[in-house]
């Protein structure tokens, strides 16, 4: 009984709350000239046109009728979607600094520690030095170069347990998942995390709670909603495991350097350094330090790992492309007892197909929100300061006007044409672009190639007896990233030429 009128009363407060919020935002935006969009509903606005179903697919379908910027009211949060690749250019060129913020979020509030991330942090000074940090300090192609041993040992790991599996079915996600994670803990801390199962799965909870469509999310001004629905309890909990784990390493580091001098050249030893250096506009503490490596794992673990998966996936739905990939990966390496980083260069068609994988599966179809600072106009329409604006980086990628048989695996499509993922060709930004981009792009790349080129080489793939490449469930799963639903099963045999 105590529940009911509790629930009573919150609910009375959340349309009471509802009414006066909206009538104070319709009395500000009657001047205003937003784009079209689908009808609303009152209290959700848009989002019963999403629900249910996964929010690139819903929104590319939308605008195909409302047109490639529509302005949507998802709960509370007034949002901009671009489906285009002309108009995504007015976002991340003509108004890559007005739009250069990114919206608050609980999970970055709480999880990054009070969002002083680089990923979900706010555009700001503090933001830029972070920035220009983690992108010349930790993950310039120097830097990232540097790595290569540590690669190469989890990826020959990887490929042994491939071997001891051979003959016989296996799901390759969990090890391809492995193998990334031990890759960016080797490059952060210089060995294996202790517990390193419990960051994995941490992560990928942290991965699925991202997405910025639950009920909380969209109702941010209704802050119990996010205690109701357990979502402020779950990241609390993943707060404190991560927390726990970076702590423990940190305190092990910290006598490490005080009583041996060597630098240990991994990541973690260059973030203390810089902080201890002192030289800093505004200086770091630990947590900040906390809050880069989250970013590090939770960006870039799954987002690699699913493209080695897709892209199997792919190479199995398109045995003539498959053959194609193993004969450019079988001669290169021909007589080699050891493939290293620097035989990859000579995979051309091996990176087209990675380029391919990554326009038709991009790990992060809907980009990284971000949030306006300054007003701005797109196709002529008012953007105002706080709207959220989402690119729909899936929709530029399989636009017909700008790709030839855009829903089909072609990796040669990329043989004739100079459009890269470099963040300057619209039509295919699965790193984003502008001042918002992947500063990941050299690590997670050579970790996929390097993975994939000796996965090809020393192996052939069959699907389980009664499969056919065209069964291949493609479906892919809710959340923020587009992983497979059902992750690939495939028999590797050994290769018998060596
Ligand atoms: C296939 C691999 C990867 C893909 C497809 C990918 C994709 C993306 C995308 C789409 C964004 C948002 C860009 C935007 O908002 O415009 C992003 C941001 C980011 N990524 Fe990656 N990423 C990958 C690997 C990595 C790796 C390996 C790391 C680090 C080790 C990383 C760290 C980050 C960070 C820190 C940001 C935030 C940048 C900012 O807000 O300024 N990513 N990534």
Redesign the pocket.
């Known amino acids: 009984m105590d529940f009911d009128i509790t629930f009573l009363v919150l609910i009375s407060s959340l349309i009471l709350s509802f009414f006066v919020i909206l009538k104070r935002k319709r009395n500000a935006s009657k001047s205003i000239n937003l784009p079209p969009g689908p009808p609303k509903l009152p209290i959700i606005g848009n989002v019963h046109q999403i629900a249910g179903a996964l929010p690139h697919h819903a929104f590319r379908d939308l605008a195909k009728k409302y047109g490639p910027i529509m302005h949507m009211q998802l709960g509370q949060i007034s949002a901009i979607i671009v489906s285009s690749p002309k108009l995504a250019k007015e976002v ?1 060129k003509t108004n890559d600094l007005a739009l250069a913020s ?1 919206p608050y979020a609980l999970v970055a509030d709480i999880v990054l520690y009070g969002s002083s ?5 706010p555009y700001g000074d503090y ?1 830029r030095q972070m ?1 220009k940090m ?1 992108t010349v300090e ?2 310039s192609a120097k830097k990232v170069r540097s790595f290569s041993g540590f690669r190469e040992q989890e990826v020959d790991h990887f490929i042994e347990f491939i071997r001891s599996t051979c003959g016989k079915p296996v799901i390759l996600r969990n090890k391809v998942t492995e193998m ?1 994670n031990n890759i ?1 803990c080797k ?1 952060s801390f210089g060995g294996n995390c202790k517990q390193q199962d419990v960051l994995i799965e941490v992560v990928d909870e942290l991965g699925r709670l991202v997405s910025g469509f639950y009920v909380a999310d969209l109702f941010p001004e209704f802050g119990f909603l996010s205690v109701i629905s357990g979502l402020k309890s779950k990241l609390t909990q993943i707060h404190n495991s991560l927390d726990k784990i970076f702590e423990e390493i940190f305190e092990e580091r910290k006598i490490r350097r005080q009583s041996n001098k060597e630098s240990e050249d991994d990541l973690l030893d260059v973030l203390l350094t810089i902080k201890e250096s002192g030289g800093l506009q505004f200086p770091i503490t630990d947590d900040n330090i906390k809050a ?1 490596f989250v ?7 799954d ?2 790992a ?2 080695i998966e897709w892209a199997m996936t792919e190479l199995m739905r398109n045995p003539k492309v498959m053959e194609k990939a193993q004969k450019e990966v079988r001669e290169t390496f021909k007589g080699k007892n050891k493939i290293t980083e620097s035989d990859l260069e000579h995979l051309v068609y091996l990176k087209y197909i990675i380029k391919e994988t ?1 326009r038709l599966h ?3 179809p809907l ?4 949030e306006c600072r300054e007003h701005c106009q797109i196709d002529g329409y008012d953007i105002p300061v706080k709207t959220k604006v989402i ?1 729909n ?1 899936f929709a530029c990628a399989v636009d017909p006007e700008y790709w030839d048989d855009a829903e089909s695996f072609k990796p040669e499509r990329f043989d004739s044409s100079s459009v890269d ?1 470099m ?1 300057t060709n619209f039509e295919f ?17 050579i ?2 190639e390097a993975a994939l080129a000796q996965m090809l080489y020393y192996f052939n793939w069959q699907l389980p007896s009664k499969s056919s490449p065209t069964s291949i469930d493609m479906t892919e799963n809710d959340g923020a990233t587009a992983v497979k639903k059902i992750p690939l099963l495939v028999t590797p045999t050994l290769y018998s030429s060596f």
């Open positions: 991340f990114r991330d680089v990923a979900l942090g933001w920035k983690i930790l993950l990334i960016v490059s880069v970013n590090m794992f939770s960006g870039g673990t987002t690699s699913m493209t990554l991009p790990p992060l980009l990284l929100p971000r690119v980086a993922f963040g930004v699965p790193f984003g672009s502008g001042r918002r981009m992947c500063p990941g792009i050299n690590f997670g790349l970790s996929i």
